[in-house]
């Protein structure tokens, strides 16, 4: 095996963002791009030759040729032995568990729920020995190293496979390729009681999942029709596609069009579901009815002992700062404590790592566990099916008790994608500059407790985080947050989230949007964001 040491000039954009480095593809397919940013990875995470790297994706434009190239070069950087999925497809949670079963870390290609094609976006990220994303540390420490980059080092292997299952021995290099599937499925097999959702089915109980052409696709047909029994056709957009099908692989009531349509129709199934691209993902509609994630996560953490892998109880729940304060009340119930943590999976790690937490979730349709360091769009699918087979409810029924029980946390996301950089920072800047005058003030019928840029402190390592949206809380419970996204490939997204919490049970039923209209009104003028942007109007609404 020969080894070139490619002679280099660093990248100035190779920055990491939440969730790894998230670019257009053809940025990636520049001369060097990938390699450089690749080596720094690598440089950083310092793996002793005998380690084992899994690498995979979730199949969009680029996937393949890029997954080939990470071969080549930890092989040119002395680590002997990778594990990669089939055809380099492995989702992003599915990933995180092969890590956790003896990897010492893993390179996951994904732009998530961005679009693929090759027009489209690309991603790269490196996840640690404990399965999840590389903390801070890690990435500002890989940004350093991809600034200065002079080369990089890559192996001039013989010809291999992705295709053909089995151990390959390429040189000094082992070569594992793994069905991407199979032991991901044991693992939901041994959290859930698989037999009473069976048996939901065989009752007559129909759902519709959504793949989005992205690559839960042969996840879900494999659980959900072969395991479980749901009918042939149950889970739609099957076949993951490096374009996603010219769709937009982002589960929400935007693009996941065909699956809400059918959900709101004349004949809807009993439940729906969808993922994204690389399947961290999910979003839960019953019959003509829509769950917001934080609800989502709410209604998981109040029934998690129905589910044997959650029988025994919970540790601790997480949240995002961003998501709603749903499952602040159920934790209160339960007793155990609920953290408030920034938006990025890698701030659940400590918590999840030093057994302080069970469950945690983002707004932005994530949930997860224990069970891997990632938020698992099939897994949270699995769950709520667990809970109607053993509540014998519908979705709605199962939330509105809830609401009923705990109270109502009304809550909206407004996205305004692709704004200008300049105007973007405009905005939060002018929202600083109010911080001091806000508090005691009345807005939107509401007094103002307190404005600031959140800050977090990490209970376990210590470690502090700041700058992750600005917040304004009221003394009734509501909120305003702003936030800008680091997920998107140009410009800057500006996300703006307003809540309002209701106990009153007369009130329990309003239209989300009635709810909040004062609250949306007055975040728009105190940020001035319509003139400062020239927005009239969100991208999304969620």
């Given at each position: 095996m020969t080894v070139h040491v490619i002679t280099t000039s660093p990248f100035a954009d190779q920055r990491p963002g939440t969730s790894g480095l998230r670019k257009r593809t053809t940025v990636f397919q520049q001369q060097h791009y990938l390699e450089n940013f690749v080596q720094a990875l690598l440089d950083v995470a310092a793996l002793p030759p005998d380690s084992t790297l899994v690498v995979g994706g979730d199949g969009r434009y680029h996937n393949r040729e890029a997954t080939e190239t990470i071969i080549r070069m930890a092989a040119g950087n002395g680590i002997t032995h990778v594990i990669v999925g089939r055809a380099g497809l492995l989702s992003t949670p599915a990933a995180s568990h092969l890590i956790r079963s003896g990897a010492h870390g893993g390179i996951i290609l994904s732009a998530?729920?961005?679009?693929?094609?090759?027009?489209?976006?690309?991603?790269?990220?490196?996840?640690?020995?404990?399965?999840?994303?590389?903390?801070?540390?890690?990435?500002?420490?890989?940004?350093?190293?991809?600034?200065?980059?002079?080369?990089?080092?890559?192996?001039?292997?013989?010809?291999?496979?992705?295709?053909?299952?089995?151990?390959?021995?390429?040189?000094?290099?082992?070569?594992?390729?793994?069905?991407?599937?199979?032991?991901?499925?044991?693992?939901?097999?041994?959290?859930?009681?698989?037999?009473?959702?069976?048996?939901?089915?065989?009752?007559?109980?129909?759902?519709?999942?959504?793949?989005?052409?992205?690559?839960?696709?042969?996840?879900?047909?494999?659980?959900?029709?072969?395991?479980?029994?749901?009918?042939?056709?149950?889970?739609?957009?099957?076949?993951?596609?490096?374009?996603?099908?010219?769709?937009?692989?982002?589960?929400?009531?935007?693009?996941?069009?065909?699956?809400?349509?059918?959900?709101?129709?004349?004949?809807?199934?009993?439940?729906?579901?969808?993922?994204?691209?690389?399947g961290d993902r999910n979003m839960i509609l019953g019959q003509h009815f829509f769950v917001t994630p934080s609800d989502s996560l709410a209604v998981l953490a109040a029934n998690a002992m129905l589910v044997p892998g959650y029988a025994r109880g919970l540790s601790g729940v997480a949240r995002s700062m961003p998501t709603s304060a749903a499952v602040d009340a159920v934790a209160a119930s339960l007793g155990i404590p609920c953290f408030e943590t920034p938006t990025g999976w890698k701030f659940f790690g400590t918590l999840l790592d030093a057994g302080r937490i069970t469950l945690c979730g983002e707004e932005s349709f994530g949930t997860g566990s224990d069970h891997v360091r990632e938020k698992d769009g099939l897994w949270a699918v699995l769950f709520w099916l667990n809970i109607v087979a053993e509540r014998g409810e519908t979705v709605e029924a199962i939330v509105r008790e809830h609401w009923a029980r705990f109270g109502r946390n009304y809550y909206t996301r407004y996205d305004y994608e692709g704004v200008r950089t300049e105007a973007a920072n405009g905005v939060m800047s002018h929202l600083r500059t109010q911080f001091s005058a806000l508090p005691g003030t009345m807005i939107a019928s509401r007094r103002v407790r307190s404005a600031d840029d959140f800050t977090y402190t990490d209970p376990v390592d210590g470690s502090v985080s700041a700058h992750h949206g600005i917040r304004l809380l009221f003394d009734d419970g509501a909120r305003i947050v702003f936030r800008l996204s680091g997920t998107g490939t140009e410009g800057a997204t500006i996300r703006v989230y307003i809540e309002s919490r209701e106990t009153d049970a007369s009130r329990l039923g309003m239209d989300t949007a009635n709810a909040l209209t004062e609250l949306v009104t007055a975040a728009l003028v105190i940020s001035e964001l319509p003139t400062r942007t020239g927005r009239t109007a969100p991208t999304v609404i969620t």
């Open positions: 998530s729920h961005n679009p693929g094609g090759a027009d489209g976006d690309f991603g790269i990220k490196y996840n640690t020995g404990n399965g999840g994303p590389a903390p801070e540390s890690f990435t500002n420490a890989v940004a350093e190293r991809a600034r200065v980059m002079q080369q990089y080092k890559i192996a001039d292997l013989p010809h291999f496979t992705l295709d053909e299952l089995g151990t390959h021995q390429i040189g000094p290099l082992r070569l594992d390729v793994v069905d991407p599937v199979v032991a991901y499925a044991a693992l939901m097999e041994s959290l859930f009681d698989f037999d009473a959702i069976s048996g939901l089915f065989a009752s007559g109980f129909r759902m519709r999942f959504d793949a989005m052409h992205a690559i839960t696709g042969p996840y879900a047909v494999e659980i959900l029709e072969r395991r479980l029994g749901a009918l042939s056709g149950t889970v739609i957009n099957r076949v993951p596609l490096p374009d996603f099908g010219g769709g937009h692989p982002d589960p929400n009531l935007t693009y996941a069009h065909e699956l809400v349509e059918e959900l709101f129709g004349p004949d809807a199934p009993d439940f729906g579901a969808a993922s994204d691209g690389d």
